[in-house]
């Protein structure tokens, strides 16, 4: 049944049928509300997220203001809108930190086995063994609080998955035929790690990324709702979220907003990361 | 005449598993095994699981360090090459395995995979290198159409050719095939075995070919070596191995192969009994528990290789002197 | 089993198996891929039927169908599959499962991936009296042991009570076998049985089966690529090929005079190793695809006798009495 098999490889990306990737869909949408409103930010918000009007403070969604003001008369929209723009470069940073980071941890231990395998992994375990909400208040504490730092602790945060899974995906391609085949051809180790391993290996690495992606969203959110994210006047959806809470009878819009604007980024990313892990794997391995 | 291109003189080989100190399993995957390919010739090795077979050819191409005893290749001995003389000498021998989909990296097109051998030697131009690999497609049957196309798109058979192009690529004196055609269907087998000869005229080439199919072992080869729970058993030439086996293990595995002939059923089996664990060699003659003309010796006793005729030896007690009266009609005595 | 012709030395009764006209598709982007194709094939009781055929042949959809084990993605559009004269295709799915393991059995291919590797053996094997016969566990692993005995399992007690990565490939499937004839089915479906088990086991297994027709007339279906086995183990052979049977007989017929190029070429393609062949001659060019079947025979294509004529599909035509193949020579020979 080779030939048939064959068939459906090459059919790609242009059968996904909607019933089977629905995940596929639903999340790319979410993500497609998300990272152009980050991108354009400044294009498509309605007013300046810092200019203050106290005069039209809290304000219930309108006509002017769609979705009201705070209490400083600030256009919640805008700053919804800004704050994705924190939250998708905190997370886009925090995930490369985290990918590259641990990607090159898990390769090498997973390549070179041994001493340096056992030595790397019980260090990723130790780091992993922490709550990542406390590593991440413990590290901003040493670090000190502004966005830059939260991206750095995150990533921090993110590398022993990563190394994990790096290490498991290298062992995986090491067991394959045409890394002996390399080895009989007299290929140098380096050669053979940029080559033959890395290019095999970024595929998981890429799909986990995804999930990491609203992890890192979630994560900032929280450290700013402890404060310790984005100062003032910077909007974020967390330190939003906070504010919001103290005013949840008189202008329940200022908790809800943000909190929607959480779940949308967060389910979106994640729905894309299962959404990217379906399509790669049954799909090739589907036998016929 | 006699101009051996590798040697492999007593080599040993254990590997260790799991555990510290005491507690670590020995598997000993080969034991003595001495073997030698003349220029130009065919050495066909075949046996069964754990033979040891497969770690013959890992160690003839340098993958795998041997616990004992030495390869001489072309006049050196590799196994005392530091690495950098190990990657010189590795131009001069070439491996085709069997075929999985992982013999080639997924992501690379053929173009790629034929190239990387010449990369990595840094053999020729890069316009002189397109050349060659155009040389190595022509010379296994296919044209330069399959270049861009990626591995897994190729049929087996297509993609062994590929992986025979990789191996002749840097024109080596010595291609170590290791089951090259058993994941593949007899007509399509059949065309790559031609191309195995075909090209080993061609190219002047030596090869040592491991399979468990004793039927493609006696098409390929020239001289034959069976091997079983990491001993040769047995080594001559084909025609007469296989004609007129002189040792029990040899005589069950061809009475054991089902003949495309209706009319010539087996009537016994040849031979009972699962083969035994690596792990727990048997005593004596490694085949006794399981032999049809097993002597009560033979469990304490473990033969040495007897000489039974023309660079034909046998390893069975049969052929000592002191038991050689007395031994079935199919022994043929030296004396 | 020469003399009567086939379907007439079982009186009236009807086939174990009868598949009629039987053909599965596949539906793909660009239409639909008929990968059986209208085939007709006959097991009768006591009967080892051969069904042989290279990759991309359709002999193992064939086979899953009588299972019922297409996957989802392939329908069958038309044939029958009648197991004793009751047809099998539109049975609701309690039925279906009710059928499977008490009439019918399969030997897989790879028994290491067929057994749960969490369960003990016995409880695998005696599993079957669970679900059909309402036994109790107790009585379900005496039974067990005693079909582990059967299958010349040595020391059968104790090796139910352990897990099928303790056994060797062999003894797995001497495991499965004992599974699969728990509950005397009617009709054995071996698919590929002995493909992944080294030529001395194999033929251990391939005795092993031959008994179990002997001593329970059970009727087994053998799928395989591979003559040799086909000569050793079947009465009849179906000879398979794009998805169509090109040629039918008694196993010594087949052998004796094969009728169709197919088959001859797949014979002179098959390496020997006693006595040796000069020369493997291969077919050239490749199966059709599915997608893609020509309009007339098959095998026009890879043909080296094709005439004017082929460019029609022939129907199968006799060889001689109870041999039938699908080739116009046979027209011009019988006038």
Known sequence: MQLVQHERHRMGLWAISWRRSRLLFIGGFLVGLVVPSAVFADVISPYSPYDIDVANKLQPPGRTHWLGTDEFGRDVLSRIIHAARISVKVGAVAVSVGLIGGGMIGITAGYFGGPI????????????????????IVLMAVLGTSILNAMTAIGIIFIPGFSRLARAATQEVLRQQYIEAAHTIGMTDLRLLTREILPNVITPLFVEAMAAFAYAVLLESSLSFLGLGAQPPEPSWGNMLNTGRGFMDQAPWLGIVPGMAMLIGVLGFNLLGDGLRDFFDPRLREAV | ?????????????????????????????????????????????????????????????????????????????????????????RRQMQAVFQDTASAFNPRQTVQAALLAPLEVHRVGSRGSRLTLVEEALHHVGLDTSFLGRHPHTLSG?????????????????????????????????????????????????????????????????????????????EVGPVDQVFSAPQHPYTRALLEAIPRADPTKRQRDI?????????????????????????????????????????????????????????????????? | MSGAPRAHRHGDRPPVLGIEGLSIEFAMRRGAARVVDGVTLEVWPGEIVGLIG??????????????????????????????????????????????????????PQNPMSALNPVLRVGAQVGEPYVLHRRADWKTALAQAVRRLTDVHLPLPDERASEYPHQFSGGMQQRAMTAMAIALEPQLLVADEPTTALDVTIQAQILRLLREIREEHRTSILFITHDLGVVAETCDWVYVMYAGRI????????????????????????????????????????????????????RFLDRCPYRFEHCNEEPPPLAVETDHTARCWLLEAVNG
């Not at chain 1, 395998?117 to 991440?136: G, K, N, Q, T, Y």
């Not at chain 2, 003839?60 to 072309?74: E, H, K």
């Not at chain 3, 989802?72 to 059928?99: C, F, H, M, N, Y």
Request: with cysteine.
């Open chain 2, 157 to 233: 058979g297509q993609r062994q050719r590929v992986a025979i192009a990789r191996a002749i690529i840097l024109r080596p004196s010595l291609v170590v095939a290791d089951e090259p055609t058993s994941a593949l269907d007899v007509s399509v087998q059949a065309r790559i075995l031609n191309l195995f000869k075909e090209i080993q005229r061609e190219l002047r080439l030596t090869y040592l070919f491991v399979s468990h199919n004793l039927g493609v072992i006696r098409y390929v080869s020239d001289v034959v070596a069976v091997m079983y729970l990491g001993r040769v058993v």
């Open chain 3, 246 to 297: 090109l040629e039918q007989g008694s196993v010594e017929r087949i052998f004796a005079h094969p009728g169709h190029p197919y088959t001859q070429a797949l014979l002179r393609a098959t390496p020997a190793a006693e006595p040796a062949q000069a020369e493997l001659v291969s077919i050239p060019g490749t199966i059709p695809s599915p997608l893609d079947l020509p309009r007339g025979c």
């Open chain 2, 1 to 89: 005449m006699a101009d051996p291109l590798l040697q492999v003189q007593a080599v040993s080989k254990t590997f260790g598993f799991g555990g510290v100190f005491w507690t670590r399993r020995w598997l000993q995957a080969l034991d003595q095994v001495d073997l030698e390919i003349q220029r130009g010739q065919t050495l066909g090795i075949v046996g069964e699981t754990g033979s040891g077979k497969s770690t013959v050819c890992r160690i003839v191409l340098g993958l795998i360090r041997p616990t004992a005893g030495r390869v001489i290749f072309d006049g050196r001995d590799l196994t005392l090459l530091p690495a950098s003389e190990m990657r010189r000498v």
């Open chain 1, 117 to 136: 395998d056992m030595v790397l992994m019980r260090f990723m375990e130790l780091l992993f063994s922490f709550p990542a909400i406390l590593l991440a």
């Open chain 3, 54 to 107: 290279e990759s991309g042949s359709g002999k193992t959809m064939t086979a899953l169908s009588v299972l019922g084990l297409l996957p989802r993605t392939a329908k069958i559009t038309a044939g029958d599959i009648r197991l004793s004269g009751t047809s099998l295709l539109g049975l609701p799915e309690a039925q279906l499962r009710a059928i499977r393991g008490r009439d019918i059995a399969m030997i």
């Open chain 2, 270 to 335: 040849p031979i009972m009994g699962e083969i035994p664990s690596a792990y727990r060699m048997p005593s004596g003659c490694r085949f006794h528990s399981r032999c049809p003309v097993a002597m009560e010796i033979c469990s304490h006793e473990d033969p040495p290789s007897y000489p039974v005729g023309e660079n034909h030896r046998a390893a069975c007690l049969w052929h000592d002197r002191r038991f050689v009266d007395g031994a079935p009609s199919w022994i043929a005595s030296l004396s």
